[in-house]
């Protein structure tokens, strides 16, 4: 480590912003630590209302230059982005792992590949964005979709550069400026983008990075006069305090939140299917905003289908996420690790049986855990856990089913596994959710809309509806030729 690097896992990281094309220092720094072994990776320069201002800034000059830029040329210079992140794709798959303890073979073969990804698909999307024209008594209608100006973008750690470049890329494509606020718990990957986006030509101050605790420098993002657009991922609480941040400027907001979201296993589900889709609720050790962490199990089954969980839980191996051989890594920073164990204890005490787990692991990897016996109304049920904990209720019959799944402030996503595709259509009209999958998960496209309902958010990222948000749309009514104005 020096004073404005680090090396991590072999690769070379800046650990200080990047502003109008320049790298810039705080005078203060805050330590960054890799979950795996709570080891210092690096003193990461600690952004506040200065360096807010100066990246705001650095937007808006940049800005007239990149709208006014050919979508052609936008386009281009995604696609050099994305050669970019394909060329260092070992570099950021192993410096995300070591910096937030998800699971290096997905990163190296979903992750980072979809980060790519992101840049490519919303560069080819630019091209094809088009609305088809309407006649209004002989007047032509015709919609265009006009950058807005700088846009603040807020990302979590979970999944700290796929989640950063789903919105970096529309934005930018939509011939927008950027300033991204890295979550301070996983700082290293965005400071790499940031080298990548210069290689490939992105002409400086486009994207600003500032680094820092949100706490800090957060406000003076988000209320600040000359941002466009306000685009966050991350917590409940949060988004409310951002929300009122941006209300001075009416700044539009788009906010992807949190999830309490149910996987329904009726007694008619092929059984192993259901039971892997409830395993793969631990995956990146349950951080992961869409986790189907309610398990919610038709009576007639229930036994079956625990005896079968566990069994295949049992077998789930818990260790360094860079061994292949690893299923579950390391929980983000030792607060979640207190986090969860608080919700667990809770939990316990209000009556609930842990089936497997209930109990922190060695340094910050916390037990893959089943609770039963849990109450509609408990926290462990109501609450976002963010961690490896699932609880486990039945049901008899739909109405139940769809009862006590849509019994949260939540509306992110669903599972159903059924065997029976009249009940699934019939299940999935009645349940609150921004995305429901029937017997798979996770399985996302990015021309589909995302985001939730409810407390999981406002607004929706992907295909076109990115380009509504991160543009001003504007509808053209030109008179045919020859009209007068009769009054
Ligand atoms: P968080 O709200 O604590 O932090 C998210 C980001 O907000 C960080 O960059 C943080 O620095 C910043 N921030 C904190 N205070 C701020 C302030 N006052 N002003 C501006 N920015 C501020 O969330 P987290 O713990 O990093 O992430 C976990 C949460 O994110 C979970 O609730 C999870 O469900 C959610 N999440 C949602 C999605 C989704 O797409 N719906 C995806 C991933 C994570």
């Not at 939140?257 to 259901?274: I, Q, R």
């Not at 289908?305 to 260790?319: D, H, I, K, M, Y």
């Not at 787990?357 to 849990?374: F, N, R, S």
């Not at 159903?416 to 009249?422: I, N, Q, S």
């Amino acid at each position: 480590m020096s004073e404005h690097r680090t090396t991590v896992a072999g690769v070379t990281v800046d650990t200080r912003h990047w502003i109008g094309g320049q790298r810039v220092a705080s005078p203060r720094t805050f330590t960054d630590a890799s979950p795996i072994d709570g080891a210092p990776i690096g003193e990461i320069s600690r952004g506040t209302a200065t360096e807010a201002g100066a990246a705001v800034a650095a937007a808006k000059v940049a800005f007239p230059g990149w709208a006014a830029t050919s979508r052609a040329e936008r386009a281009r210079i995604l696609h050099a982005i994305a050669d970019g992140v394909e060329k260092r794709l070992e570099e950021l798959a192993n410096v995300e792992t070591v910096d937030n303890g998800a699971l290096l073979r997905s990163h190296r073969r979903g992750v980072m590949p979809r980060v790519a990804h992101n840049f490519r698909f919303f560069a080819d999307w630019l091209l094809t964005l088009e609305h088809e024209d309407f006649a209004t008594r002989g007047h032509t209608n015709h919609v265009t979709w006009d950058p807005a100006g700088p846009c603040v973008l807020i990302t979590p750690w979970n999944a700290p550069l796929m989640l950063a470049t789903w919105k970096v890329a529309p934005a930018l494509a939509a011939g927008n400026t950027v300033v991204l606020k890295p979550a301070e718990w996983s700082p290293l990957t965005a400071s790499l983008l940031a080298d990548i986006t210069a290689e490939a030509g992105l002409p400086a101050g486009v994207l600003n990075i500032v680094q820092g605790y949100g706490s800090e420098i957060g406000d003076a993002l988000t209320s600040h006069p000359d941002v466009r657009r306000i685009s966050f991922t991350g917590s409940v609480p949060t988004a409310r305090h951002i929300a009122a941040a941006a209300a001075a400027n009416l700044t539009p907001l788009s906010l992807e939140l949190g999830g309490k979201s149910p996987l329904l296993v009726f007694a008619d589900a092929d059984l192993d299917l259901a039971v892997d889709l409830a395993v793969e609720q631990y995956d990146n050790a349950g951080q992961v905003c869409l986790a189907a962490t309610r398990l919610l199990v038709e009576e007639a089954v229930a036994e079956e289908f625990t005896r079968r969980f566990v069994a295949r839980a049992s077998r789930l191996r818990q260790g360094d996420p860079r061994e292949e051989s690893t299923d579950i890594g390391p929980t983000i920073h030792p607060r979640q690790v207190a986090k969860i164990d608080g919700f667990v204890r809770r939990a316990l005490a209000a009556g609930a049986r842990a089936v497997i787990g209930g109990h922190p692991g060695e340094g910050q990897y916390y037990a893959p855990t089943l609770l039963t016996d849990v109450r509609q109304d408990s926290e462990i049920v109501q609450e976002e856990v963010f961690g490896p904990v699932l609880t486990l209720q039945t049901f008899s019959g739909e109405d139940e089913a769809v009862h006590l799944a849509n019994d949260t402030r939540f509306g992110l996503a669903a599972t159903l596994a059924t065997g029976d595709p009249e009940r699934a259509e019939r299940v999935t009209a009645r349940l609150v959710a921004g995305t429901v999958w029937v017997n798979c998960f996770f399985v996302r496209d990015l021309k589909a809309p995302f985001g939730g309902s409810r407390h999981s958010g406002i607004g929706r990222e992907g295909g076109t509806w990115s380009f509504d948000f991160y543009c001003d749309l504007k509808n053209t009514v030109t008179a045919p030729k020859g009209w007068r104005h009769h009054g």
